[in-house]
C-alpha cells in the first residue's frame, strides 16, 4: 500500500526512480548510522563510570594498603564482630579509634564486593569526614561509624545513577539531608551501593555497573532495589546503611540477606536531596530508612536521625524525636498479627518466622490477637498498581530513552509497551487463567 503510493508520487512529480532509491537507501543508512552513534555514546558513559568506579576501588585499597602498613597489628576479626551499639560505645569512650574502624570497614568492604560487585562507588571524602568528626566539638550518636548509603541518595561530588545512563553526567552539588545529619551525628559515609535500574526492581542488575549477587549464594539474588546495601551489610562489608522502599526494596533485600530493615513511615525522614528516576508519583511515597544486622542497630540510628537537625534542614518532615519511653518500656503489648494476607503467597519459611515470633511474644507476657488484612486485592489492584501506572507505565518507559535496558527489566519494560487496547484484551483472555498476571496488565492500561 505505502510502496504503491510512493510509487505513483514519484510518477506525478516525474521523479527517477533510481534517484528515489539512492535517497531512500541513502535516509535508511543515515538512520543505520545515527543509532550506531548513539549507541556508541551511551557505552563510551557506561565505560567511563567503569573505568571511575575502579579507580575509586584501586584508591580505598591503596589506602587501606598504606594504612596496613602504618598499624600492623589491628585485630580486625575482633571489629568486624562487634554488634553496633558495642562499637558505637567503644568509639565514644575512646577504646577504639575512628580511622582504625573505618580502615578494618574499607578493607571487609573491597572484599566484599569483589566477590558480590555490590558497591557502585567508594566515597574518597570519608577520609576528609574522618579529620573533621575528630574536630567536632560534641561526639554524635554515630560518632565514627562507617556507613554505606544505596546509588541515589546524594552525596556532594557523586553522581546518583539509578542505574541510568542519563543520570551519569550530573554531579551532585550538595549533600542530602539524610547525609548532612548523618555526618553531623558522627557518621561516615565510605560507600554508595549498587541498584537495579531506574530502581524498579526486585532484583539488583543495571546496564552500568553488572550484576549485584547474593553474598550466600552467588546464584541467587540479593534483592532490590536496595540490594547493594543488603549485600554489603550481609557480607559484613559495612554495619549500617541506608537503603529506601516504596514497594518493599528496603524489606526485601533484608529478608534475601538475612538482615534487619525498616521502612518508616513516609516522610518521617527526609527525601530531600535523594533522586528518583520517576517524580510526581505522590499517593505512593517512597520512604528513606536503615538496614543493619540486629533491631537495636536500627533504633540507634533512627534515633540519631530524628534530632533538630534533621528537622531544621527540611521543615517538612514533623518535628518528632525519637521516643525513648516508649522503646525501652517492658508494659506488655497487644499485637496484630497474620501469616497470609489471602494475596502474596507465603513459603513455610516464612509462616515459620511468624510463628516463633509470635511464641516469642506470648512467653514475653504480650497479647497477640490474629486478624486478617481488608480489601488486600482491592488495594494493591486499585489503590496500588493503578495509582503507580496511572499514565500506563509512560513516565516509567520515558527513562529509557537513549539507554540499554537491562536484561531483567526487558519483560517489564515489553509489558509496558503493548498499547492500551492491546493490554486490556490480553487481561480479559487470561482473567480465567491468571487473575494476578491480568489484574497486572490492567491496571497498566492506565486510568482514562
Same mark, same amino acid.
Given at each position: 500500500?505505502?510502496?504503491?503510493? =510512493?510509487?505513483?508520487?514519484?510518477?506525478?512529480?516525474?521523479?527517477?526512480?533510481?534517484?528515489?532509491?539512492?535517497?531512500?537507501?541513502?535516509?535508511?543508512?543515515?538512520?543505520?548510522?545515527?543509532?550506531?552513534?548513539?549507541?556508541?555514546?551511551?557505552?563510551?558513559?557506561?565505560?567511563? /563510570?567503569?573505568?571511575?568506579?575502579?579507580?575509586?576501588?584501586?584508591?580505598?585499597?591503596?589506602?587501606?594498603?598504606?594504612?596496613?602498613?602504618?598499624?600492623?597489628?589491628?585485630?580486625?576479626?575482633?571489629?568486624?564482630?562487634?554488634?553496633?551499639?558495642? =562499637?558505637?560505645?567503644?568509639?565514644?569512650?575512646?577504646?577504639?579509634?575512628?580511622?582504625?574502624?573505618?580502615?578494618?570497614?574499607?578493607?571487609?568492604?573491597?572484599?566484599?564486593?569483589?566477590?558480590?560487585?555490590?558497591?557502585?562507588?567508594?566515597?574518597?571524602?570519608?577520609?576528609?569526614?574522618?579529620?573533621? +568528626?575528630? %574536630?567536632?566539638?560534641?561526639?554524635?550518636?554515630?560518632?565514627?561509624?562507617?556507613?554505606?548509603?544505596?546509588?541515589? +541518595?546524594?552525596?556532594?561530588?557523586?553522581?546518583?545513577?539509578?542505574?541510568?545512563?542519563?543520570?551519569?553526567?550530573?554531579?551532585?552539588?550538595?549533600?542530602?539531608? =539524610?547525609?548532612?545529619?548523618?555526618?553531623?551525628?558522627?557518621?561516615?559515609?565510605?560507600?554508595?551501593?549498587?541498584?537495579?535500574?531506574?530502581?524498579?526492581?526486585?532484583? !539488583?542488575?543495571?546496564?552500568?555497573?553488572?550484576?549485584?549477587?547474593?553474598?550466600?549464594?552467588?546464584?541467587?539474588?540479593?534483592?532490590?532495589?536496595?540490594?547493594?546495601?543488603?549485600? =554489603?551489610?550481609?557480607?559484613?562489608?559495612?554495619?549500617?546503611?541506608?537503603?529506601?522502599?516504596?514497594?518493599?526494596? +528496603?524489606?526485601?533485600?533484608?529478608?534475601?540477606?538475612?538482615? !534487619?530493615?525498616?521502612?518508616?513511615?513516609? &516522610?518521617?525522614?527526609?527525601?530531600?536531596?535523594?533522586?528518583?528516576?520517576?517524580?510526581? +508519583?505522590?499517593?505512593?511515597?517512597?520512604?528513606?530508612?536503615?538496614?543493619? %544486622?540486629?533491631?537495636?542497630?536500627?533504633?540507634?540510628?533512627?534515633?540519631?536521625?530524628?534530632?533538630? &537537625?534533621?528537622?531544621?534542614?527540611?521543615?517538612?518532615?514533623?518535628?518528632?524525636?525519637?521516643?525513648?519511653?516508649?522503646?525501652?518500656?517492658?508494659?506488655?503489648?497487644?499485637?496484630?498479627?497474620?501469616?497470609?494476607?489471602?494475596?502474596?503467597?507465603?513459603?513455610? !519459611?516464612?509462616?515459620?518466622?511468624?510463628?516463633?515470633?509470635? &511464641?516469642?511474644?506470648?512467653?514475653?507476657?504480650?497479647?497477640?490477637?490474629?486478624?486478617?488484612?481488608?480489601?488486600?486485592?482491592?488495594?494493591?489492584?486499585?489503590?496500588?498498581?493503578?495509582?503507580?501506572?496511572?499514565?500506563?507505565? %509512560?513516565?516509567?518507559?520515558?527513562?529509557?530513552?537513549?539507554?540499554?535496558?537491562?536484561?531483567?527489566?526487558?519483560?517489564?519494560?515489553? !509489558?509496558?509497551?503493548?498499547?492500551?487496547?492491546?493490554?486490556?484484551?490480553?487481561?480479559?483472555?487470561?482473567?480465567?487463567?491468571?487473575?494476578?498476571?491480568?489484574?497486572?496488565?490492567? /491496571?497498566?492500561?492506565?486510568?482514562?
Amino acid at each position: 500500500m505505502i510502496q504503491h503510493q =510512493l510509487r505513483q508520487v514519484l510518477l506525478e512529480r516525474k521523479v527517477d526512480p533510481s534517484a528515489a532509491l539512492v535517497l531512500l537507501c541513502g535516509s535508511a543508512a543515515a538512520v543505520v548510522v545515527w543509532k550506531w552513534l548513539v549507541k556508541r555514546q551511551i557505552q563510551k558513559k557506561m565505560e567511563e /563510570a567503569r573505568r571511575t568506579q575502579d579507580e575509586g576501588v584501586k584508591k580505598m585499597a591503596k589506602a587501606v594498603q598504606q594504612f596496613r602498613e602504618q598499624v600492623p597489628s589491628v585485630q580486625t576479626d575482633a571489629i568486624l564482630s562487634l554488634p553496633l551499639l558495642e =562499637l558505637a560505645e567503644r568509639l565514644q569512650e575512646g577504646s577504639l579509634s575512628p580511622k582504625t574502624v573505618l580502615y578494618t570497614y574499607l578493607e571487609k568492604a573491597l572484599e566484599v564486593t569483589q566477590q558480590t560487585n555490590c558497591l557502585r562507588h567508594f566515597i574518597p571524602e570519608c577520609e576528609e569526614q574522618l579529620q573533621e +568528626i575528630q %574536630r567536632q566539638r560534641e561526639k554524635g550518636l554515630l560518632y565514627g561509624i562507617p556507613i554505606s548509603i544505596k546509588d541515589h +541518595i546524594g552525596h556532594k561530588g557523586h553522581l546518583s545513577t539509578c542505574g541510568l545512563v542519563q543520570c551519569l553526567g550530573t554531579v551532585v552539588q550538595e549533600d542530602s539531608v =539524610l547525609v548532612k545529619v548523618l555526618k553531623r551525628q558522627g557518621a561516615i559515609p565510605f560507600a554508595m551501593t549498587n541498584v537495579p535500574q531506574s530502581l524498579f526492581n526486585y532484583d !539488583c542488575s543495571n546496564p552500568i555497573f553488572g550484576q549485584t549477587l547474593n553474598p550466600f549464594n552467588h546464584q541467587k539474588s540479593p534483592g532490590g532495589s536496595s540490594g547493594g546495601e543488603g549485600a =554489603l551489610i550481609a557480607g559484613g562489608g559495612s554495619i549500617l546503611g541506608i537503603g529506601s522502599d516504596i514497594g518493599g526494596s +528496603i524489606r526485601l533485600p533484608s529478608s534475601f540477606c538475612g538482615l !534487619c530493615g525498616l521502612k518508616p513511615t513516609a &516522610e518521617r525522614l527526609s527525601l530531600s536531596g535523594a533522586s528518583s528516576p520517576v517524580s510526581g +508519583i505522590l499517593a505512593v511515597p517512597c520512604a528513606l530508612g536503615p538496614m543493619a %544486622r540486629d533491631v537495636d542497630s536500627l533504633a540507634l540510628c533512627m534515633k540519631a536521625l530524628l534530632c533538630q &537537625e534533621m528537622f531544621q534542614l527540611d521543615p517538612t518532615v514533623p518535628p518528632i524525636p525519637f521516643n525513648e519511653e516508649v522503646y525501652s518500656s517492658s508494659a506488655p503489648l497487644r499485637v496484630g498479627y497474620y501469616d497470609t494476607d489471602g494475596y502474596f503467597p507465603l513459603p513455610p !519459611c516464612m509462616r515459620r518466622a511468624v510463628r516463633e515470633t509470635r &511464641e516469642a511474644l506470648q512467653a514475653a507476657r504480650h497479647q497477640l490477637v490474629p486478624f486478617s488484612p481488608p480489601g488486600i486485592h482491592y488495594v494493591m489492584t486499585e489503590l496500588f498498581l493503578k495509582t503507580f501506572f496511572a499514565d500506563g507505565g %509512560r513516565a516509567w518507559l520515558d527513562v529509557f530513552t537513549g539507554d540499554i535496558v537491562d536484561p531483567n527489566l526487558k519483560s517489564q519494560v515489553n !509489558c509496558c509497551k503493548i498499547p492500551r487496547l492491546g493490554k486490556k484484551l490480553l487481561a480479559l483472555i487470561l482473567k480465567p487463567l491468571f487473575p494476578r498476571l491480568a489484574d497486572y496488565l490492567s /491496571a497498566l492500561g492506565g486510568i482514562r
